[in-house]
């Protein structure tokens, strides 16, 4: 039972430099998420998407895109990285959209950008 | 624009000792807040409150909602070590997507 899947778990890019943060889930969830955590911010969302073929912006959306795949697949994507993006990346989905059920979380990616 | 305030930031308690963890919020059409532990990695779900079900327990955990007065509050009895951990607190309102707050960082001392 994977649940949300996250690659890779760990990265380290030179300022400037591109890569793209996979995240995967196989519970048939329509709506999935991408936060950063950065210390003592809790987590912020940075894009969603409530379902596939749609993506939006959340509330630090500034440096990165997204791409919803397909059902499971949500991915983002760091175009020209920067050390303010160095934080911890988490991907979540959830089951419906009427706001009556949790959000489950991959197990995060530590990007440090030097 | 949903918002979600928890206090304290941070605490630091002894084993046995009981917490209070508080959760504010502001939201449009609010359906439910979520209670989630994180450890060293992915927040882990605690609990849910709707407007159907504003009281939630589980073992030494329990949590509350008061709708009038927008906010939940999370209590954690007999403290244990393996209790420290940062607490978060999320709402989901009119647009469903879940907004958090900063969390409260709980440190139990054996």
């Known amino acids: 039972n994977a649940g949300v899947t996250q690659t890779p778990k760990f990265q380290v890019l030179k300022t400037g430099q591109s890569m793209t943060l996979q995240c995967a889930q196989d519970?048939?969830?329509?709506?999935m998420y991408w936060y950063r955590q950065d210390p003592g911010m809790g987590l912020r969302l940075i894009y969603y998407s409530a379902s596939e073929g749609t993506t939006d912006k959340g509330e630090v959306p500034n440096g990165y895109n997204v791409s919803r795949l397909n059902k499971r697949e949500f991915s983002l994507r760091l175009e020209s990285a920067a050390p303010s993006q160095t934080s911890v990346y988490f991907c979540?989905?959830?089951?419906?959209?009427?706001?009556?059920?949790?959000?489950?979380f991959g197990q995060g990616t530590r990007l440090t950008v030097v | 624009e949903d918002k979600v305030v928890q206090s304290p930031l941070s605490l630091v308690v002894h084993e046995g000792d009981t917490v209070t963890l508080n959760c504010s919020y502001e939201?449009?059409?609010?359906?439910?807040l979520l209670w989630y532990k994180q450890e060293k990695k992915a927040p882990t779900f605690l609990f849910m409150l709707t407007s159907s079900g504003i009281e939630k327990k589980s073992g030494r955990l329990s949590s509350i909602l008061d709708k009038k007065e927008l906010f939940s509050i999370l209590n954690i009895t007999a403290t244990q070590t393996g209790d420290s951990a940062i607490y978060l607190c999320a709402v989901r309102g009119g647009s469903y997507i879940p907004t958090f707050g900063r969390g409260t960082s709980l440190i139990v001392h054996p």
């Open positions: 939201v449009t059409n609010f359906r439910s």
């Open positions: 979540a989905s959830s089951e419906s959209r009427d706001g009556l059920t949790e959000a489950f």
């Open positions: 519970m048939n969830h329509n709506s």
